[in-house]
C-alpha cells in the first residue's frame, strides 16, 4: 500500500516509521525547503516513549534527551502547591523524556531515511490539493525550486501539515482560524545551573498569561558545566491585540523579556541571567481548534496538530500525536479496505483526542495551581491527586493503561491489502 504522508514534522516522520514498520511504502512531502534543528524543548510522556521504542528508537531517545523524574507545581513566589513523580519513578515501564524539538526531529528524519531510503522524504512541496477516487487519492502539489506542479498517486493520504494543514482546510471548508485565547509564549533556552534536582520540570504561576515554565534538555553540569534549560514565559495582551499569525516566531529582545520576568520572585532560578544568556527568543501565540467531527473521508484522513491542535497544558499534543500514528498503521494493517481502516482509525481515535482537547481549554492538570491560587495556598492532597488522575486517564496515560494495554505493533509485516 503507498501512503502520501503530507508534513515532514514530528507527527508527519513517526508517522512513516510506523507505517514503513507495518509493511506499508510510506512517502513524506514537505513544504519547508529543508528540515532543520529548530525550535525550542518538548516533552514526551510515558504513552509516547513507549511507541518511539516499540519502533526500535529507546536508544536514540535516550541520547537525545533527558528524562525528568519530578513534576513540580509553584504559585508566583516559588512555593510549592503539589508536585508527583514523571516517568519510571512514576511506576511506569517507560521513561519521560524532556528533548530540544529539532534534535527530536532530526533523529526521526534520520531514521525514516535509513529505514525507507534517502528518498523518501521530499522537502520543498507544498501540498496544494487532492482528489480522490474509489481506487486512490491523487495528491497535486508545488515544487517551490522549480514552480512547477508534481503529481502523486497513493492508496491512502494522510494530512500531518499542522494547525494550519491544507489538507484539513480542503477536508473542511470554511472552517474558522485558529482559536487564541490572548496568550503569548516568549521560549528560549539557555545555559543555567540546576534547577532544583537538576531533573525537575517546574509550572509556577497558574492560569493563562501568568505561568513561568522551565525544565532542563541537555545537561553537562555532571561534567562541571551548566545544563541547557528550556524556559516559557507567558505574557497576555488585552482582547484588542490583533490576532496573531498561527507560525508566530517574533524575536523577543532580551530587555523585553527582562521587563517581563521582572514581576517574577523565584529564589531557585536567576531569571534576568536566564534571559540574557538565551541565543534567541521567540514568541508564539496559544492556540488550538475546535474539535472535529470527522477526520477521515474516504482514503484521507489528519493527525497530530492537523487533527487536533491544542492549548500546551499537560504537556500532551505531541504524545498524543504519536500515538495516532501508532494507531493509524495498525488500523491499515488490520483492514483490507483502506476507506474502512481510516473510519476505524477515527473512531478509535477522535472521541478520546478531543476530551483533551477540551479539558486543555479548562487548564488540564494546571487547574490544581489555578485552584490552590483561589484556596490561598495549596490544596488538599486528595484533591490535587483527583484532577492530576483524571486529567491521566483521558488522556489515556494513567501507569495502569500505558503499562498494560495491547501492543500497537504488527506482530508480522502486513500483507499489502492494495494487492
Same mark, same amino acid.
Given at each position: ?136 487519492? %491523487? ?39 485558529? %482559536? ?240
Amino acid at each position: 500500500m503507498r501512503v502520501t504522508v503530507v508534513g515532514g514534522g514530528i507527527a508527519g516522520l513517526t508517522c512513516a516509521l510506523s507505517l514503513h514498520a507495518a509493511g506499508f511504502e510510506p512517502q513524506v512531502r514537505e513544504a519547508a525547503r529543508t528540515v532543520e534543528a529548530v525550535g525550542v524543548g518538548i516533552n514526551l510522556l510515558p504513552h509516547a516513549v513507549r511507541e518511539l521504542s516499540e519502533l526500535g528508537l529507546d536508544g536514540e531517545l535516550a541520547s537525545a534527551g533527558l528524562p525528568p523524574h519530578r513534576l513540580s507545581y509553584r504559585d508566583r513566589t516559588g512555593a510549592v502547591v503539589w508536585e508527583e513523580p514523571l516517568g519510571r519513578a512514576a511506576g511506569y515501564h517507560w521513561p519521560q523524556y524532556s528533548v530540544h524539538r529539532g534534535r527530536l526531529q532530526m533523529l526521526l528524519l534520520a531514521a525514516v531515511r535509513e529505514r525507507l531510503g534517502p528518498d523518501s522524504v521530499r522537502t520543498g512541496l507544498r501540498f496544494q490539493r487532492f482528489e480522490q477516487s474509489s481506487d486512490g487519492v %491523487r495528491a497535486h502539489f508545488l515544487d517551490r525550486s522549480s514552480g512547477l506542479p508534481v503529481v502523486e498517486d497513493a492508496d491512502v493520504l494522510v494530512g500531518a501539515d499542522g494547525i494550519d494543514s491544507a489538507v484539513r482546510a480542503q477536508l473542511h471548508p470554511g472552517e474558522n482560524a485558529p %482559536r487564541w485565547n490572548g496568550v503569548r509564549m516568549w521560549r528560549g533556552v539557555a545555559p543555567h545551573p540546576h534547577v532544583l534536582d537538576g531533573r525537575s520540570i517546574v509550572v509556577a504561576g497558574g492560569t493563562p498569561g501568568a505561568k513561568f515554565v522551565a525544565y532542563p534538555i541537555e545537561d553537562a553540569a555532571a561534567a562541571g558545566g551548566e545544563a541547557l534549560v528550556n524556559w516559557v514565559l507567558e505574557v497576555r495582551h488585552g482582547p484588542a491585540a490583533p490576532a496573531p499569525d498561527a507560525t508566530g516566531g517574533r524575536r523577543v529582545t532580551a530587555a523585553e523579556a527582562r521587563a517581563g520576568l521582572s514581576s517574577w520572585n523565584l529564589p531557585w532560578i536567576d531569571l534576568v541571567t536566564l534571559a540574557e544568556r538565551s541565543s534567541a527568543i521567540f514568541e508564539y501565540p496559544m492556540l488550538d481548534r475546535d474539535p472535529l467531527p470527522r477526520w477521515s473521508f474516504g482514503r484521507v484522513t489528519l493527525l497530530g496538530d492537523a487533527a487536533h491542535p491544542m492549548f500546551p497544558m499537560g504537556m500532551n499534543g505531541g504524545s498524543q500525536s504519536v500515538v495516532d500514528t501508532r494507531v493509524l498503521a495498525w488500523c491499515l494493517a488490520r483492514e483490507h479496505d483502506p476507506v474502512a481502516a481510516l473510519r476505524r482509525y477515527d473512531r478509535m481515535r477522535r472521541p478520546a483526542v478531543n476530551a483533551v482537547v477540551l479539558a486543555n481549554r479548562s487548564l488540564g492538570p494546571e487547574e490544581i495551581i489555578a485552584r490552590a491560587e483561589a484556596h490561598g495556598g495549596a490544596l488538599p492532597a486528595v484533591q490535587a491527586e483527583r484532577i492530576a488522575t483524571g486529567y491521566r486517564k483521558l488522556a489515556g496515560a494513567t501507569v495502569t493503561q500505558v503499562n498494560t494495554h495491547s501492543t500497537w505493533t504488527v506482530p508480522h509485516r502486513a500483507a499489502d491489502p492494495a494487492r
